[in-house]
């Protein structure tokens, strides 16, 4: 089975610039995360969607980042203009809908994006 | 607000030795509490998942705690190994859409 892709693997761009992030979750999962990770620190949710709705966007910075899911498969994340405090890995999760394996709550993890703001 | 806690120092361990690890949260009442392993540049890796109505679980050398009286999971390894350095992320859970929160993490190192 393949596993969560995410694209770019790294990204360096000026301040005040965009940038866009890619996630492909494993086929058929119906819920799908967007995480933030500055060094250091735990993955600190940004937004989840359920199929192509969003159930929980409350920690997305809604001025500058914006995130879409079409169709409820692959999602974008967006940054735009970006700040120098957003350099951080991007984590694309997924899981299973709750209704087919009940609480097992397993997230399934890519690799990340890594994005340097100078 | 919601605050969960782990370990803020780094643990070192002996090979050998039970490696325990400590998540407190606060402000929050998960319905099932997950644990991630971390190594550098790669995304969390779940290991092990224990329910509110569940006191303890166990798998191969590890084994979680959950008290939600005192807010708190404990995750133990036992018999550490090198290969078992990394960072340790717990991961409350809530209930219906299942919002997944992580902790800080703590960096296991397990010296030969």
């Known amino acids: ?8 693997r790294y990204k360096i761009i000026e301040k005040r610039q965009s940038v866009a992030f890619w996630c492909n979750p ?29 159930v929980d966007d409350s920690q997305l910075p809604k001025d500058r980042f914006s995130a879409e899911r079409l169709k409820g498969v692959d999602s974008t994340l967006k940054i735009q203009p970006a700040k120098l405090e957003d350099s951080a890995v991007y984590l ?3 899981r299973e809908s709750p209704r087919r394996t009940g609480l097992t709550g397993e997230l399934f993890f890519g690799e990340g994006s890594r994005l340097t703001v100078l | 607000s919601q605050k969960i806690e ?10 050998g030795k039970t490696a325990t690890l400590t998540c407190n949260y606060t402000n929050y009442s998960p319905a099932y509490l997950q644990w991630y392993r971390q190594d550098p540049g790669r995304g969390p890796v779940f290991l092990l998942l ?7 679980k166990r798998k191969e050398r590890l084994k ?3 008290d939600t009286t005192l807010k708190q999971s404990l995750f133990h390894i036992t018999a550490s190994q090198p290969a ?23 960096k296991l190192q397990v010296i030969p």
């Open chain 2, 64 to 66: 979680v705690t959950f």
């Open chain 2, 6 to 15: 782990q370990n803020s120092e780094a643990l070192n361990i002996q090979e």
């Open chain 1, 92 to 94: 694309c999760a997924s």
């Open chain 2, 50 to 56: 224990i329910r509110e109505n569940e006191k303890e």
């Open chain 2, 84 to 106: 078992d350095s990394a960072t340790y992320l717990c991961a409350p859970t809530s209930g219906g859409y299942q919002k997944v929160t992580f902790g800080t993490g703590t």
């Open chain 1, 1 to 8: 089975e393949a596993g969560v892709a995410q694209s770019p």
């Open chain 1, 26 to 54: 494993i086929s058929g999962h119906a819920t799908l995360y967007w995480y933030q990770q500055i060094l250091g620190q735990g993955p600190k949710l940004l937004i989840q969607f359920q199929n192509n709705g969003v």
